[in-house]
């Protein structure tokens, strides 16, 4: 399998995998533009479009697509209204293009948020970025962390396919947060120069995020101490939800 993130809009991207078949998915089509364009430039014929929530810069590219291939759309319940034909929730397996994809209920950025993850594939929407994580707009704290606390259940070779080019941002935030972390500066130094030269910093790798996103590491005592959140680990939640409120006013 071939997997194409697209640019699109101020910041996201809209992933495509194809095979050599010239079949392919799409994931989170914010616009239809530069989808069609993709399409085109590399032969390729969707089958299905993924959706991982219902915001405007993840469906808008719904209904333009499906005029040109009216194929089926799955996505949760809240994205019945932008398109989707196929709901689809925690537990369930959909095979398309002979692979299985495995439905994870991921709440937090919305509450019914969910990720498609087919080994070692995961789109996760707006839920974990490279370095980062989503806002909170509907879920809690304590919901994304949970979802955090699921992906990293994952295999470490796990492809981060995250929907936004957040990277170097979220980088500089880790860095003023945790500057002796030589890991940290290591890979912003790294990412500011492939963004320099406008190259995508995704997908990331599970293996990678343990090391350099902070929501991973809510157990470090050094962030805790930073934070000024400390917690027994049942209640580990508490310091994510202080580092996002960090990160908000950052």
């Known amino acids: 399998m071939n997997l194409i993130s697209i640019p699109a809009l101020a910041d996201n991207y809209i992933w495509l995998l194809h095979n050599d078949d010239g079949q392919c998915l799409v994931v989170d089509p914010g616009e239809a533009a530069p989808v069609l364009q993709a399409l085109a430039d590399r032969r390729l014929t969707p089958v299905a479009i993924l959706l991982t929530h219902h915001h405007q810069d993840h469906v808008g590219g719904v209904a333009e697509l499906l005029q040109h291939?009216?194929?089926?759309?799955?996505?949760?319940?809240?994205?019945?209204?932008?398109?989707?034909?196929?709901i689809?929730?925690?537990?369930d397996s959909l095979t398309l293009l002979n692979l299985t994809f495995s439905i994870m209920a991921l709440p937090g950025h919305t509450l019914g948020h969910i990720g498609f993850y087919s080994a070692p594939c995961l789109f996760c929407g707006d839920t974990v970025f490279s370095a980062g994580c989503g806002r909170l707009f509907e879920g809690t704290p304590k919901q994304m962390y949970e979802s955090f606390q699921k992906v990293n259940?994952?295999?470490?070779?796990?492809?981060?396919?995250a929907a936004h080019e957040y990277t170097l941002s979220n980088l500089n935030f880790a860095a003023a947060l945790l500057p002796q972390d030589s890991v940290i500066a290591g890979y912003q130094r790294e990412?500011?120069?492939?963004?320099?030269k406008n190259q995508p910093s995704l997908p990331s790798t599970l293996h990678l995020e343990r090391q350099i996103n902070l929501f991973l590491r809510c157990h470090d005592v050094?962030?805790?101490?930073?934070?000024n959140a400390h917690s027994v680990p049942d209640?580990?939640?508490?310091?994510?939800?202080a580092l996002?409120?960090?990160k908000d006013h950052f």
Do not use: H, M
Request: charged content about 30%.
């Open 88 to 91: 689809v929730n925690e537990g």
């Open 153 to 161: 259940q994952l295999p470490s070779d796990t492809l981060i396919c």
């Open 69 to 86: 291939f009216p194929v089926p759309v799955y996505g949760p319940e809240e994205t019945r209204t932008k398109g989707a034909t196929q």
């Open 222 to 227: 050094d962030l805790q101490n930073k934070l």
């Open 235 to 241: 209640e580990e939640w508490r310091v994510f939800a």
């Open 191 to 196: 990412i500011s120069e492939l963004r320099l």
């Open 244 to 246: 996002r409120e960090k």
